[in-house]
C-alpha cells in the first residue's frame, strides 16, 4: 500500500524486516524481492508519488516536479549538469528506458581483477534475465527508430560502424517522445509500473514525500533509520521512525553517501563519496536538409558500440553514441550561441538531430560531504578522457555528415559550425575548458564502492557494507569503475543479486 | 505546482561555496555583488504587477533575455512576466543569488568593460558586446553567470506555448490522442489505515 502523505498530522513510527531508501532502479527492486520473499519491508521516498496524466507533458511544469534540484544539480564548477529523477520510481520514471547489460569484459575484469567473484557475465545472467523479463526489455521494432536515431544508423552504417538496435523496456509505445517528462500513458517499464506496485502487492508499505536523514546503528548493526516527512495534513515536518533489522540503502549515487554522512557510518576506506563516475555526456547537433523531428518517437533507437573497447585485464575505455534530443527549453538552453543566430538554429528545430557522446569515464571525482546541505560534486574530467571525448566529438560529427547533414553545432558557449567533413580543428583547438562545454551526466555513480577489501571498498561483493552487519547498498553507488553504458539494468540485476543473498542468509539478519 | 517543487525549478544555486570554485573569478564576483546598489529609483515601471522581480531586476533580465535569445523587443513583457512567476517560489538562499546574479550583471559593466554606464543603459549594440564577453569570457565564474542567464531566459521564453509554431514544435499530446491499456495506479491511503495494516501483520 502507499501511504497518503497528506494525511500524516503526527511523528509515525513503522517496525519492518526491512527499510529501504529510495525506491529508484536499485531500491524498487529490492524492496519488491524481500516483499515477495516474504518480508515485511517499508520503502521510504523523497519524491512524490505521481503517474499518468500527473505526467503534464510541458517542461516548465515536470522538470522541477521531477529532477532533482529542479534538474539543476551541477558538478561544483558547473562543467556537467547531473541529472537525477525524485519521484516514487526514481530516476527510471524519467529514463529513455534503453537497456543495455554492461559489457561482457568489464564484468569479468570486476570479478577477476577487482575481487568481486560472482559478478562474472555467466553469474550475472539469470539476474539480468529476471529483471528484463520483469521490467519488458526488448527490442524496438525497426519501424519504431525515429528520425534522429535513423540518422545514427544510416550515418554509422555508411562508415562501416558497430552499432545494433537496442533492447527498451516500454511496452506499446504510442512514440510521443516525453519520456524525460514521466510517461502519460504508463507504457514504460519503469519502477513505478513494474516493480514499486509489486512490492505493494506483495504487502510493503510505500512511503513517499518522505527524506530519509539518518540510518540508524547500534554496536556495529543495524537498527532502522529516521526522515521527515515534506508532505503532511498540519504543514508540519513531521518525523518517520523505521525500526528495522535490514536496511537496504538505494538513494542513489549522490544521496546515499550523504546519507551515509549524515548518519555518521563508519568509513574505514575513506572511499565514501570517493570515486565518482559521471559517465559525462556532451551532443553534437546537426541541420539535416529535411525534417527529423526529433523529439519524436523513441528517444534513443539505436546504439553505436564500435568505440569502446574492452579487455580483459582492464575497464577498457571509449565511448558509446546515441541519438540525443531535448524538447525546446531544455534544448534552447543547450544549443549553443548568442541572439539571432541562436533564434535561427531554435527556427530549425524540426531539422535539428544530435548525437551523444557517452564516455566510459577513468575520471575520479567526489563528493564533498558536510553535516548539512547538499554535497558539493567535485569532477575535473581528465586528460586521456578529455582526448577520447575531443575524438568523439570528432566521430559524430562524421556520422551527421555522413547521414547526410549540412552543417554541425559543436556543444560549446558560443557557435562553433563545422561546414565540411574532416574540418574538425575547432574541436583541438578549442579543447575542454570549465564549462565549456556543457556536460550532461544521468548516471553518477561509484560513490560506496563495492569491493571484498574493506580497506578499500565501502561493501562486499554482496552489497553489504563492511563495517555495518545488516546495512546494504543497492544503487549505483556500488559500481567500483564506470560501467560504460546506460546503467539502469546493471543497478537493477545487481538490487536483485542483493536482495537474493539476504533471503539466502536471513538467519544471519532476521 | 506545489510549493517545494516550484522552487527547485531554476534553482540557480550560485552558492557562496560553489562559485568560489570557479576560482578567482568567483570571488571577485561576489565581493563585487556585495557593494552593488539595489535600489530601482532610476527604472520605469513595469506594466504588470510583479511578484518577486523588482523593477530594476524585470529590466536587467527582460533586456538580457531578448538579446540572448535574439527575440525582438516586444518580447521583453511576457518573458518578463514569466521569469517572475517561476522565481517567485525559490528559496529566499536561491532568491538572493537570483538577485546577486543580476545586479552583478547590471552592474558588472564598470568591472569588465569600463564603462561608467549600467547594462540596461547600454545601446542593443553595446549590450551585446557586452553579454557576448560573459560568454566568451575566460574566467569560468561569468560562464557560468550567462548559462545562468541563458537558461532563465530558454525556461521563460519557451516554455510558453505561443512559441511553439514559431519553431515548428507541436507541443504536448495530452488530449490529442486516445490512450488504451492504462495502468490502475494504486490510490494511496490514509495514515490511520496503513497504521493498522501494520499492527495486523
Ligand atoms: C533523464 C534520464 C534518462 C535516463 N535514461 C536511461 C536509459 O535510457 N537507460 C539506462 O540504463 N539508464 C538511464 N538513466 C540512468 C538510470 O535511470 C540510473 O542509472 C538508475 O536509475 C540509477 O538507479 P539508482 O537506484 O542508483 O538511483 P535512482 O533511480 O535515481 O533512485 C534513487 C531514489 O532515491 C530517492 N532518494 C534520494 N535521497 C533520498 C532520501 N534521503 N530519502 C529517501 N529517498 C531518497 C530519489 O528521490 C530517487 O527516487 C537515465 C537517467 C536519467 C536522469
Known amino acids: 500500500?502507499?501511504?497518503?502523505?497528506?494525511?500524516?498530522?503526527?511523528?509515525?513510527?513503522?517496525?519492518?524486516?526491512?527499510?529501504?531508501?529510495?525506491?529508484?532502479?536499485?531500491?524498487?527492486?529490492?524492496?519488491?524481492?524481500?516483499?515477495?520473499?516474504?518480508?515485511?519491508?517499508?520503502?521510504?521516498?523523497?519524491?512524490?508519488?505521481?503517474?499518468?496524466?500527473?505526467?503534464?507533458?510541458r517542461e516548465e511544469v515536470m522538470y522541477p516536479r521531477l529532477y532533482r534540484e529542479g534538474g539543476t544539480r551541477a558538478t561544483a564548477d558547473y562543467t556537467?549538469?547531473?541529472?537525477?529523477?525524485?519521484?516514487?520510481?526514481?530516476?527510471?520514471?524519467?529514463?529513455?528506458?534503453?537497456?543495455?547489460?554492461?559489457?561482457?569484459?568489464?564484468?569479468?575484469?570486476?570479478?577477476?581483477?577487482?575481487?568481486?567473484?560472482?559478478?562474472?557475465?555467466?553469474?550475472?545472467?539469470?539476474?539480468?534475465?529476471?529483471?528484463?523479463?520483469?521490467?519488458?526489455?526488448?527490442?524496438?521494432?525497426?519501424?519504431?527508430?525515429?528520425?534522429?536515431?535513423?540518422?545514427?544508423?544510416?550515418g554509422s552504417e555508411k562508415l562501416g560502424y558497430r552499432g545494433y538496435i537496442p533492447l527498451h523496456n516500454r511496452v506499446d509505445c504510442l512514440l510521443t517522445g516525453f519520456c524525460a517528462l514521466g510517461c502519460t500513458y504508463d507504457r514504460k517499464g519503469d519502477m513505478l509500473t513494474t516493480y514499486v506496485p509489486a512490492a505493494s502487492r506483495a504487502g510493503a508499505v510505500i512511503v513517499p514525500d518522505c527524506e530519509i536523514t539518518q540510518v540508524r546503528t547500534d554496536k556495529g548493526r543495524v537498527t532502522g533509520a529516521v526522515g521527515v516527512f515534506r508532505r503532511s495534513r498540519t504543514g508540519t515536518e513531521h518525523a518517520l521512525t523505521v525500526t528495522a533489522r535490514v536496511v537496504v540503502l538505494?538513494?542513489?549515487?549522490?544521496?546515499?553517501?550523504?546519507?551515509?554522512?549524515?548518519?555518521?557510518?563508519?568509513?574505514?576506506?575513506?572511499?565514501?563519496?570517493?570515486?565518482?563516475?559521471?559517465?559525462?555526456?556532451?551532443?553534437?547537433?546537426?541541420?539535416?536538409?529535411?525534417?527529423?523531428?526529433?523529439?519524436?518517437?523513441?528517444?534513443?533507437?539505436?546504439?553505436?558500440?564500435?568505440?569502446?573497447?574492452?579487455?580483459?585485464?582492464?575497464?577498457?575505455?571509449?565511448?558509446?553514441?546515441?541519438?540525443?534530443?531535448?524538447?525546446?527549453?531544455?534544448?534552447?538552453?543547450?544549443?549553443?550561441?548568442?541572439?539571432?543566430?541562436?533564434?535561427?538554429?531554435?527556427?530549425?528545430?524540426?531539422?535539428?538531430?544530435?548525437?551523444?557522446?557517452?564516455?566510459?569515464?577513468?575520471?575520479?571525482?567526489?563528493?564533498?560531504?558536510?553535516?548539512?546541505?547538499?554535497?558539493?560534486?567535485?569532477?575535473?574530467?581528465?586528460?586521456?578522457?578529455?582526448?577520447?571525448?575531443?575524438?568523439?566529438?570528432?566521430?559524430?560529427?562524421?556520422?551527421?555528415?555522413?547521414?547526410?547533414?549540412?552543417?554541425?553545432?559543436?556543444?560549446?558557449n558560443q557557435m562553433v559550425t563545422i561546414t565540411k567533413r574532416g574540418a574538425y580543428q575547432p574541436i583541438r583547438d578549442r579543447g575542454v575548458r570549465v564549462n565549456d562545454p556543457l556536460f550532461l551526466s544521468y548516471q553518477p555513480q561509484g560513490t560506496l564502492r563495492m569491493g571484498r577489501d574493506r580497506r578499500k571498498a565501502v561493501v562486499d561483493p554482496n552489497g553489504e557494507a563492511h563495517a555495518v552487519r545488516g546495512l546494504f547498498v543497492a544503487d549505483a553507488s556500488v559500481f567500483p569503475t564506470s560501467v560504460a553504458v546506460p546503467a539502469q539494468v546493471t543497478v537493477m540485476a545487481l538490487a536483485t543479486r542483493t536482495a537474493q543473498h539476504i533471503v539466502d542468509h536471513a538467519d544471519r539478519y532476521f | 505546482m506545489d510549493d517545494r517543487t516550484t522552487l527547485e525549478a531554476l534553482r540557480l544555486d550560485l552558492t557562496r561555496r560553489r562559485l568560489l570554485q570557479t576560482g578567482f573569478g568567483g570571488v571577485l564576483l561576489l565581493a563585487f555583488g556585495a557593494v552593488l546598489p539595489s535600489g530601482c529609483a532610476r527604472y520605469s515601471p513595469v506594466e504588470r504587477s510583479l511578484r518577486f522581480l523588482t523593477r530594476k531586476e524585470f529590466a536587467v533580465v527582460t533586456q538580457a533575455g531578448v538579446r540572448i535569445l535574439g527575440l525582438p523587443d516586444s518580447a521583453r513583457e511576457s518573458l518578463g512576466g514569466s521569469i517572475d512567476g517561476l522565481l517567485v517560489d525559490l528559496p529566499p538562499t536561491s532568491q538572493s543569488q537570483a538577485r546577486l546574479m543580476l545586479r552583478v550583471v547590471e552592474h558588472g559593466t564598470i568591472l569588465f568593460d569600463l564603462k561608467p554606464r549600467r547594462f540596461t543603459r547600454l545601446t542593443p549594440v553595446e549590450q551585446d558586446a557586452y553579454l557576448r564577453g560573459w560568454m566568451e569570457s575566460t574566467l569560468g565564474a561569468r560562464r557560468v553567470i550567462f548559462r545562468a542567464l541563458k537558461a532563465l531566459a530558454a525556461l521563460g521564453y519557451y516554455a510558453q506555448t505561443a512559441s511553439f509554431a514559431e519553431i515548428g514544435y507541436d507541443g504536448p499530446w495530452i488530449g490529442r490522442i486516445e490512450a488504451t491499456g492504462r495502468v490502475a495506479h494504486e490510490v494511496p491511503v490514509d495514515l490511520a489505515t496503513v497504521l493498522a495494516a501494520r499492527r495486523a501483520s
Request: hydrophobic share 40%; aromatic share 8%.
Open chain 1, 80 to 154: 556537467v549538469l547531473v541529472s537525477q529523477g525524485r519521484a516514487v520510481g526514481g530516476s527510471t520514471v524519467v529514463s529513455f528506458c534503453l537497456c543495455v547489460r554492461p559489457p561482457r569484459p568489464l564484468l569479468g575484469y570486476w570479478s577477476r581483477h577487482l575481487g568481486l567473484a560472482g559478478l562474472e557475465h555467466e553469474a550475472m545472467h539469470p539476474f539480468f534475465r529476471r529483471v528484463e523479463k520483469r521490467i519488458g526489455a526488448q527490442r524496438i521494432l525497426p519501424e519504431q527508430v525515429n528520425g534522429n536515431s535513423a540518422k545514427l544508423r544510416q
Open chain 1, 1 to 57: 500500500m502507499i501511504l497518503d502523505t497528506g494525511t500524516v498530522d503526527a511523528d509515525v513510527e513503522l517496525r519492518a524486516d526491512v527499510c529501504v531508501i529510495g525506491s529508484g532502479a536499485g531500491g524498487a527492486v529490492a524492496a519488491a524481492e524481500l516483499a515477495e520473499a516474504g518480508y515485511s519491508v517499508v520503502l521510504v521516498e523523497d519524491g512524490p508519488y505521481l503517474h499518468g496524466e500527473d505526467f503534464v507533458q
Open chain 1, 250 to 412: 538505494a538513494a542513489g549515487a549522490i544521496n546515499s553517501p550523504r546519507i551515509w554522512r549524515q548518519s555518521r557510518l563508519p568509513d574505514q576506506a575513506d572511499a565514501v563519496g570517493r570515486n565518482l563516475r559521471l559517465q559525462p555526456q556532451v551532443v553534437v547537433t546537426a541541420l539535416y536538409p529535411e525534417p527529423v523531428e526529433s523529439w519524436k518517437g523513441i528517444p534513443q533507437g539505436y546504439v553505436v558500440d564500435e568505440f569502446l573497447t574492452m579487455g580483459g585485464r582492464s575497464a577498457g575505455s571509449g565511448y558509446l553514441l546515441v541519438p540525443a534530443f531535448a524538447h525546446p527549453v531544455a534544448a534552447a538552453s543547450m544549443l549553443p550561441g548568442y541572439g539571432d543566430e541562436h533564434r535561427e538554429l531554435m527556427g530549425l528545430y524540426p531539422r535539428l538531430g544530435a548525437i551523444a557522446v557517452l564516455l566510459h569515464d577513468h575520471t575520479r571525482g567526489r563528493l564533498e560531504l558536510e553535516e548539512a546541505g547538499p554535497p558539493a560534486v567535485s569532477y575535473r574530467l581528465g586528460g586521456s578522457d578529455e582526448d577520447r571525448l575531443l575524438d568523439a566529438l570528432a566521430k559524430a560529427a562524421d556520422i551527421s555528415f555522413a547521414a547526410g547533414a549540412e552543417k554541425v553545432f559543436l556543444p560549446y
